[in-house]
């Protein structure tokens, strides 16, 4: 949102798709939204969100600032966070996977999260090749010296990206 030619606030909006009971469902994601702190309490980032919210249906917000969001009808639901222990990662014999190995891994990924009943009442997001090209550019912009994006042990696989 610009107010005399200046940045007041902002959001991202992407088109995804996710998994549920062996069908694609087409949904939209709200990410980044961010008002910088001088023009902050003025309602910028909620004129944002109402424009956005009454726009596009099947809207998903990630955020962790609370319950802010709640007043544009979304709701607050945990989000799970795994931790792994590095010390001792050297007796694990995982493999590294660069950016162009990750490619086979989305679409083997997409097809288990595709199977008939395989995620019934479970909504499992298909990650594109080209979102996961516009996450690891994001990554690498933050992060440039990164050159691993994943890593398989055994038959399990394990992503990550890089945020600020």
Same mark, same amino acid.
């Given at each position: 949102?610009?107010?005399?030619q200046k940045?007041?606030?902002?959001?991202?909006?992407?088109?995804?798709? /996710? !998994?549920?009971?062996?069908?694609? %469902?087409?949904?939209?994601?709200? /990410?980044?939204?961010?008002t910088?702190?001088?023009?902050?309490?003025?309602?910028?980032a909620?004129? =944002?969100l109402?424009?956005i919210?009454? $726009?596009f249906?099947n809207?998903?917000?990630?955020?962790?600032?609370? &319950?802010f969001?709640?007043?544009?009808?979304?709701?607050?639901?945990?989000?799970?966070? %795994? &931790?792994?222990?590095?010390?001792?990662?050297?007796?694990?014999?995982? &493999?590294?996977l660069?950016?162009?190995?990750m490619?086979?891994? =989305?679409? $083997?990924?997409?097809?288990?999260? =595709?199977? $008939?009943?395989?995620?019934?009442?479970?909504f499992?997001?298909? =990650?594109?090749k080209?979102?996961?090209?516009?996450?690891t550019?994001?990554?690498?912009?933050?992060?440039?010296?990164?050159?691993?994006? !994943?890593c398989?042990?055994?038959?399990?696989? %394990?992503?990550?990206?890089? /945020?600020?």
């Amino acid at each position: 949102m610009k107010i005399y030619q200046k940045i007041v606030s902002h959001l991202e909006v992407f088109k995804l798709e /996710a !998994g549920f009971d062996g069908k694609i %469902i087409h949904y939209h994601a709200i /990410a980044s939204v961010f008002t910088p702190e001088k023009y902050r309490g003025k309602g910028y980032a909620s004129i =944002l969100l109402q424009f956005i919210c009454g $726009k596009f249906e099947n809207l998903v917000l990630y955020s962790d600032v609370g &319950t802010f969001y709640e007043r544009f009808g979304f709701v607050v639901s945990g989000s799970p966070c %795994i &931790t792994l222990c590095v010390s001792g990662a050297a007796s694990v014999p995982a &493999t590294f996977l660069r950016k162009d190995h990750m490619y086979d891994l =989305l679409e $083997k990924d997409r097809e288990y999260n =595709l199977q $008939k009943g395989r995620s019934r009442n479970i909504f499992c997001p298909l =990650l594109s090749k080209e979102m996961f090209d516009w996450q690891t550019r994001r990554s690498l912009y933050n992060f440039p010296s990164n050159e691993y994006f !994943g890593c398989q042990i055994d038959d399990e696989y %394990i992503w990550w990206m890089f /945020a600020s």
